[in-house]
Nanobody
Framework: QVRLVESGGGLVQAGGSLRLSCVAS????????MGWYRQAPGKQRELVAT???????NYAASVNGRFAISRDSAKNTVYLQMNSLKSEDTAVYYC?????????WGQGIQVTVSS
């Protein structure tokens, strides 16, 4: 199973920026899709953004135009650049990889946006 470790979270003021990183290890094949999901208190986990192995991206409507996902296959790393952060972006952010029928999740990292 792919091991995923997130970093880069923390506390930021509204309007600020953060960059999340997720490093994948213990992989045999490059995941087809990697992505970021988030879960706010009392809410279900939701998709934020995904990127395929050939660079096709998909974003949730709520972050489109503010967040950017990218991928460095040589480093087995996926990034999430988050700009113009809002209080409603506060959540635990999870990295996910998809390889065939095998999904792997990171442990999550807290992002808190203060208004």
């Amino acid at each position: 199973q792919v091991r995923l470790v997130e970093s880069g979270g923390g506390l930021v003021q509204a309007g600020g920026s953060l960059r999340l990183s997720c490093v994948a290890s213990e992989i045999t094949f490059e995941p087809n899709v990697m992505g970021w999901y988030r879960q706010a208190p009392g809410k279900q986990r939701e998709l934020v953004a995904t990127i395929t192995s050939v660079g096709i991206t998909n974003y949730a409507a709520s972050v489109n135009g503010r967040f950017a996902i990218s991928r460095d296959s040589a480093k087995n790393t996926v990034y999430l650049q988050m700009n113009s952060l809002k209080s409603e972006d506060t959540a635990v952010y999870y990295c996910k990889s998809e390889l065939g029928l095998l999904d792997s999740w990171g442990q999550g990292i807290q992002v808190t946006v203060s208004s």
